[in-house]
C-alpha cells in the first residue's frame, strides 16, 4: 500500500474526530490545533488510515491522538519522523509522548526520543488535561524529544 502523508485542515476535522473516536481516544479541543495533525492516508482509496496531532503548549508538544489502521513499524516510524519536522516547522523546541507498552518505546527511541522520569516533565506539559486524564488510568512512561538539532 502507498500512503500519502499530510497536514490536517479545518476540512479534516470530522474525519479525524471519527477515526479517534473509534480508537477511544479524546477529541475535546482537537479544532483549536488541528495545523498540528498529520494525516495518513491511502493513495489509492483516499481512506484516513491514520493521524497524528501534537497539543502545542508554550514552545513545546504534546504527542497524542495517534492511531494508525493496518500500518506496520516502518509506516509508524515514517510518520513519527514526519510529525518531528512538523514540529520543528511549528518552531516548537521538544515534544513530549506517553506510551504504555514497551514495543511503543523501543520504536520512540529508534528515532532519539528518551525516557523520562515523569517528575522531570515540564509543569505546563503535567497540567495538560490529556496528561492529567492519563495518569491514572493508564500509568504513562513519558518521552522526550529536542528539536534544537533537527533540520526543517
Given at each position: 500500500?502507498?500512503?500519502?502523508?499530510?497536514?490536517?485542515q479545518?476540512v479534516?476535522?470530522?474525519?479525524?474526530?471519527?477515526?479517534?473516536?473509534?480508537a477511544?481516544?479524546?477529541?475535546e479541543?482537537?479544532e483549536?490545533f488541528?495545523?498540528?495533525?498529520?494525516?495518513?492516508?491511502?493513495?489509492?482509496?483516499?481512506d484516513l488510515?491514520g493521524?497524528?496531532?501534537?497539543?502545542?503548549?508554550e514552545?513545546?508538544?504534546?504527542l497524542?491522538?495517534?492511531?494508525?489502521?493496518?500500518?506496520?513499524?516502518e509506516e509508524?516510524?515514517?510518520?513519527?519522523?514526519?510529525?518531528i519536522?512538523l514540529?520543528?516547522t511549528?518552531?516548537?523546541?521538544?515534544?513530549y509522548g506517553?506510551v504504555n507498552?514497551?514495543?511503543?518505546i523501543?520504536?520512540?527511541?529508534?528515532?532519539?526520543?528518551?525516557?523520562?522520569?515523569?517528575?522531570?516533565?515540564?509543569?505546563?506539559?503535567?497540567?495538560?488535561?490529556?496528561?492529567?486524564k492519563?495518569i491514572p488510568?493508564?500509568?504513562?512512561?513519558?518521552?522526550?524529544?529536542?528539536?534544537e538539532?533537527?533540520?526543517?
Open positions: 500500500m502507498t500512503y500519502i502523508i499530510r497536514q490536517a479545518q479534516d476535522l470530522e474525519r479525524i474526530q471519527s477515526l479517534l473516536t473509534k477511544g481516544l479524546d477529541v479541543g482537537i483549536s488541528i495545523d498540528y495533525f498529520l494525516l495518513m492516508e491511502d493513495e489509492v482509496r483516499d488510515e493521524v497524528v496531532g501534537i497539543e502545542p503548549i514552545n513545546v508538544g504534546l497524542r491522538s495517534m492511531v494508525l489502521q493496518n500500518a506496520g513499524a509508524i516510524l515514517f510518520l513519527l519522523q514526519q510529525v519536522k514540529a520543528k511549528k518552531e516548537l523546541k521538544e515534544l506517553m507498552s514497551q514495543n511503543a523501543q520504536l520512540f527511541q529508534l528515532l532519539g526520543f528518551k525516557e523520562i522520569d515523569s517528575n522531570n516533565i515540564p509543569r505546563m506539559v503535567g497540567e495538560s488535561k490529556a496528561v492529567r492519563q488510568v493508564n500509568n504513562p512512561i513519558f518521552l522526550q524529544y529536542s528539536l538539532n533537527v533540520d526543517k
